[in-house]
């Protein structure tokens, strides 16, 4: 077990120096001089010299990235153009917000995703395989922004029963677990829940099939075992890869949120980035994406670990 | 002369044996829901090409009086924008732009990803480590947040839509590609051919391309309702493509506000997404089957 974290754990420092280097890279892709990413464009030749200097422009790149990642391990992730604020600050409160909403967007999409799969796959062949299989596939293949907009448009301008954008009244950012801010909840992780459901249907129903059709079930059933003994068996197959799938898809909402957050006026990571994107305020960019980079690498190590230790056969493969 | 007359008898054979394609086709024709995902998909692809032709009116012709009409305007059958052009003319012209970004990176990263993926997998060793080490930092993003990252640092434009979006398509390709080759590499006859003095490249081209490119180019296809969702997310956000083109994310994105005024106007772009993606990802899955290639 020890041996397998360790190998594992190996193998993601790489990959994190590798994200690392794509981040530090994206300040620098950008069309124009570095510099435009942190001064404002009517700024002085000489301010424009001191910050060069400053910033470590004019030195060679690997030295570049030296420094940068030095700053970044201290917790310093810049200063964002647009608010003069720390990065790592605003950061902070988007990345809670982005949090509960994709986790609850997950849950829901694991609840529902699994229960569409394992019908779908129970029945196989049946009408409701066929319903489950063609919700799956609408799931996958919605672009979720639109469907977010959809939402809006039923829920909030035609009935008027849950508010369309922000995360509190008056678009008030402080959040509290009362139904005032849970209402503003309620639409983008319905929207957001959409994307795992299709993808944890479309792979419990092919687990659950695969499962059905081993050996050890006919076994079971010769054995006198009745459907509910057997469905215990199946779900502890199951149960790893399903769930190794739904910490996967944790890690894309997180990082992929942004098109929805925008939508609602979500007020998270990918709200900070749209408006990065907005002011071309480049240190917000680039410590957002950096961030949530690095919890995706984060979370893929975790997913594998729990697994291992879920299912041991992992480990050997 | 000589030499061309095998390879002539060779494609003969080819043509002349009843085999996998003919089966492939005869299957493909006997699924219904496939059938129906290619008929739609080419009506969109010709609604593209003729726009020009089809489309009712001028889509970039504005007019301030007319603004926001509904579906069902007499002239403007799926109404009007928010600057008074006609929908329906927008939407068709819509398609141009959001097909060719949306299909035009995994057309490329099929080529660049199986190169890739190929060359690790038949070579292995260092340089399989290498290049799939590689792949694996791409593979350490989320593709929405890849994207987004390198047309957000590279700005705006068609171009820096392709190919931020071609850079998200070519890790999973090519990690496709390299676990398929790495397993026909396996394959006796491989082995057969080196023993008998064929040349890498040729082992390639006539042993191992033949077998890995079918499920390569299933796989691709798959991505391609990914990458219109994302092509069009990117103009949603104001990344991709510009105004006043016609794009269908881009329209969804102007149309946001117009939601209290003409709701369904405004989902039209959208919906126009939805039915291209739904209809790639069908198409995908009954060329999956037919070709009875496991996931």
Known sequence: ?317 | MSAAAPALTAIAAIEKSPGYWAGVIRRFRRDPVAMAALIIVLALVLMAIFAPLIAPADPYRSSMIRRLRPIGTPGFPLGTDELGRDMLSRLIHGGRLSLLMGVTPVFIAFFIGSAIGITAGFVGGKVNTVLMRTIDVFFAFPSVLLAIALSGALGAGIFNGLLSLTIVFVPPIARIAESVTTAVRKIEYIEAARASGASAFRIVRIHVLGNVIGPIFVYATGLISVSLILASGLSFLGLGVKPPEPEWGLMLNTLRNAIYVQPWVAALPGLMIFITSISFNLLSDGLRSAMDIKA
């Open chain 1, 1 to 317: 077990m020890l041996s397998y974290i360790l190998k594992r754990l190996a193998l993601t420092i790489p990959v994190a120096f590798g994200v690392s280097i794509v981040c530090f890279m994206l300040v620098h892709i950008a069309p124009g001089d570095p510099l435009t990413s942190v001064l404002p464009p009517d700024a002085s030749a000489q301010l424009q010299a001191e910050m060069r200097a400053l910033y470590g422009f004019d030195r060679p790149l690997p030295v570049q990235y030296g420094l940068w990642v030095m700053k970044t391990l201290q917790g310093d992730l810049g200063v964002s153009i647009a608010t003069g604020r720390p990065v790592a600050s605003e950061l902070g409160k988007a990345l809670g917000n982005t949090l509960m909403l994709a986790v609850l967007a997950t849950m829901i999409g694991f609840l529902f995703g699994s229960l569409f799969g394992f019908v779908a796959g129970y029945f196989r062949d049946s009408w409701i395989d066929r319903l489950a299989s063609f919700v799956s596939i609408i799931g996958v293949s919605v672009p979720h922004y639109w469907l977010g907009m959809v939402l809006v448009i039923i829920f909030s301008v035609q009935l008027n029963w849950l508010p369309a954008t922000g995360a509190g009244p008056g678009g008030s950012a402080d959040w509290a677990w009362d139904w005032v801010h849970v209402r503003h909840l309620i639409l983008p992780a319905v929207t957001m829940s959409v994307i795992p459901m299709g993808i944890i249907a479309r792979t419990v129903r092919a687990l659950v099939a695969e499962i059905l059709s081993q050996e050890f079930v006919s076994g079971l059933r010769a054995k006198g075992l009745l459907d509910f003994g057997v469905f215990r068996h199946v779900v502890k197959n199951a149960a790893p890869t399903a769930l190794a799938v739904m910490g996967l898809q944790l890690g894309y909402l997180l990082g992929g949120s942004i098109l929805i957050e925008t939508v609602f006026s979500w007020p998270g990571t990918g709200f900070l980035l749209g408006q990065a994107i907005f002011q071309r305020d480049l240190p917000l960019l680039q410590g957002t994406i950096l961030v949530l980079a690095m919890f995706f690498v984060a979370l893929n190590l975790i997913v594998d670990i729990v697994q291992s230790m879920l299912d041991p056969r992992v480990q050997r493969a």
